[in-house]
Each structure stands twice: as structure tokens, then as C-alpha cells.
């Protein structure tokens, strides 16, 4: 799971039955914190959470958390959308990751499954693209009108208005491709054989990492942050990188599964979870990885990716399952202060028509609405 936040509208869906994360929207810097912004809109207010389904039997779907609640609004998909579901047909294929831009919310399926793109403030649909054959992974928005959408065998160009997909990208590899985040004027693509960087402009390549298999965070300082697994990467605006090794490195569930990566906007931190701790590296301080930040008090709790920075209200939010199969259907939903570490909020749910929750997003639907160009 993975939350969206207006630097990194990120999402990443893990598959546990079958899975946060990277677009960036056009917004600039707004105040952390404070009392819930006042917006009207439907699904205002909080976050998103997306759940995978399972594997023939259910499809995915987005479910809202309105902040300060006690429960989650399941289904809002659904309920926005009679009679559509998020899968193909058959529901074999699942749903992988969700991205933010310009007031859309764009849906990414993996095994043959559709990509689709809902009005971020009412989750109506507005543009579905099948494709016979297709293994998606991730889709951020770069120009006004075009993306690029990550696959099993490399990046492709996508118009975001019918979301047709319009050509490969020659300038990557042909492999297995996840997660992406566009920052300045580079996009940083992460691939089975490496990170790469490519300028937003043209697609060209710019330059690549064969040792970086975890991507990707950005920090207020400019900083893109990705990992080997024992080592922690900063790349700088000069594309220039600097590392901290790790007492305990970052996992991975691989290129379909979203990047346990996540960066305050207030703060140059990054955190990543390892079983049930998270850790925080304040950049230039290795000593702020000598223990954990949070240590999750729930047993048994499986998390996939599920741990995401909420930049609305300076979160970390944390949601896992108590394990597969049946026990999937027990949802822990868990809202810590990104500064300080306290728990503020825990919701226990059991779902067991939607199976585990895999992917989680802040919303921020409260600025879709905004005077702003998101």
C-alpha cells in the first residue's frame, strides 16, 4: 500500500492473494498540519486506500479514510461506479498501483487488467484502456496531457486524456519495470537491471545505476532517495549521489510490489519499515538509524509496502493483515506522528468481502478543488 502525497502522487498496489511509489503533481509547497482543511467534495478530507481483491473471485477497489473517523468507507468505487469493477472480466488480474495528477486519479491493473482514470474528488470514471495482453506496473503523469506507464517488458508513452497508449521507449530497457517518480527535469525509473534516469523533455537517457534495486523518495531538499538494500542513496539535483549503509537493510517484494521508500515533506527524512519496525534516516545524521523510530505493537501483522508519509497531516500512516488467506480479511489501519512517533490513531477491521487492504494513499481531494494547477 502506498500513500499519494502532492510531491510524489504515488501508489503501489502489493499482491499477498495473487501486490505507494510516482507522479508528481504541479502544486506548490502547502502548510503541514493543523485543522482538517474545509472542502465539500465527496472523498475530501483524508485518504485513499486501495485494496487488490482476490485473484478470480474479487476485484480490486478504493476505499476512503476521512480523518478523525472510526471507520473506513468501503467500496467507493463501486459505489461511484455501478456495475464497474476495476479488473478484467474474469477478475484475474489485480490491482497494482494508483497515481495523482492534475485532478485525476489513475488506476494501474497487472496481468491483463485495464488502466483506468477516475475524477479525483467524486471517483467517477471517465476513461478505461484494455489491452489484450498487458502486465502493468506504474503510471505517472510528466506533461500536461502525457505520462509514461511502467510494464513487464519496459515504459511506454501514454495520452492521458483516452489514456491510449502511444509508443516503447527505446532509451530504457525492455525488462521488467516498476516504480518511477518524475522530479525537475528528470524522470528516475527503477528496472530489473538497475535505476535510470531520463530527461522529461525527450525521454533520452540521462544516466544509470546497475547497483540501485529499491526506488524512489523525494525530501524537501531536492534529493531523491533510493537503496541497494544495505545502502541508502541520495541523488542531488546534479545528479551526483551520496549513501548510508544500513543495519538493516530495505526489503523488497519486487518490481510489482510498491517501494518500502517514503520522505517527509517536512522534514529531509525517509523512512522504511523492516517486519514491525520503521526506521528514519534524517539526512546527515547516520546516527538517527541507530534504532527504530516506531515499533508497530500489533502480532501478527503482515505488511506489504504499507507504510506511507501523509504530508496533509504530517503522518506516517501503517496498514497491514494479520496474514494470507482468511486471515486477510483482518485489516489494522495505524496513524503515528511522523515527527515524534506517538500513535494517534488504530481502526481494527474485518473485511472479509474485500480481502487484505494492499495499498494505502493520502488523497489530499481537499486541494483537487483549490484555485491551484494541481
Not at 78 to 97: D, H
Not at 266 to 288: M, Q, W
Request: one cysteine or more; a positive charge; hydrophobic letters at 35%.
Amino acid at each position: 500500500m502506498n500513500i499519494l502525497n502532492k510531491h510524489l502522487s504515488r501508489l503501489s498496489v502489493t499482491a499477498v492473494a495473487a501486490v505507494l511509489l510516482a507522479a508528481c503533481s504541479k502544486n506548490t509547497d502547502l502548510p503541514l498540519g493543523g485543522p482538517d482543511p474545509i472542502e465539500t467534495a465527496p472523498y475530501a478530507n483524508g485518504f485513499f486506500i486501495l485494496t487488490e481483491g482476490s485473484y478470480g473471485q474479487i476485484s480490486g477497489t478504493v476505499q476512503f479514510y476521512a480523518y478523525g473517523a472510526d471507520t473506513l468507507t468501503t467500496k467507493a468505487y463501486e459505489k461511484e461506479n455501478p456495475g464497474k469493477i476495476t479488473s478484467n472480466a474474469t477478475k484475474t488480474s489485480t490491482l497494482q498501483f494508483a497515481s495523482l495528477y492534475n485532478k485525476k486519479l489513475y488506476l494501474v491493473s497487472k496481468i491483463n487488467g485495464p488502466v483506468l482514470k477516475l475524477d479525483a474528488g467524486t471517483l467517477k470514471e471517465e476513461a478505461r484502456y484494455n489491452q489484450e495482453t498487458s502486465n502493468w506496473r506504474s503510471l505517472i503523469g510528466v506533461k500536461e496531457n502525457n505520462g509514461l506507464i511502467s510494464a513487464s517488458d519496459g515504459v511506454y508513452s501514454v495520452d492521458l486524456n483516452n489514456l491510449n497508449i502511444q509508443y516503447k521507449l527505446s532509451s530504457v530497457s525492455a525488462v521488467n519495470t516498476g516504480d518511477m517518480l518524475k522530479e525537475g527535469d528528470y524522470v528516475y525509473v527503477l528496472q530489473s537491471n538497475g535505476a535510470k534516469i531520463i530527461s522529461a523533455g525527450n525521454y533520452s537517457f540521462v544516466k544509470g545505476f546497475n547497483n540501485i534495486t529499491r526506488g524512489f523518495a523525494k525530501t524537501p531538499n531536492g534529493k531523491v532517495w533510493a537503496a541497494t538494500g544495505s545502502r541508502l542513496i541520495a541523488i542531488d539535483k546534479n545528479l551526483d549521489t551520496t549513501g548510508v549503509a544500513l543495519s538493516v537493510p530495505v526489503g523488497s517484494f519486487g518490481l510489482d510490489a510498491p517501494t518500502r521508500l517514503t520522505a517527509s515533506t517536512k522534514e529531509n527524512a525517509v523512512f522504511y519499515h523492516s517486519g514491525s519496525n520503521i526506521y528514519k534516516y534524517t539526512d546527515g545524521n547516520p546516527s538517527s538509524l541507530s534504532q527504530p523510530f516506531i515499533t508497530i505493537d500489533v502480532a501478527p501483522l503482515l505488511l506489504y509496502g504499507a507504510v506511507r508519509y501523509d504530508s496533509n497531516k504530517d503522518y506516517i500512516v501503517v496498514n497491514g493483515i494479520e496474514g494470507y488467506g482468511a486471515a486477510s480479511g483482518v485489516n489494522y489501519l495505524l496513524i503515528y506522528n511522523a515527527s515524534t512517533g506517538a500513535l494517534i490513531k488504530k481502526l481494527n477491521t474485518v473485511m472479509m468481502d474485500l480481502l487484505q487492504i494492499s495499498t494505502i494513499f493520502t488523497s489530499q481531494a481537499w486541494l483537487y478543488f483549490s484555485n491551484k494547477n494541481f
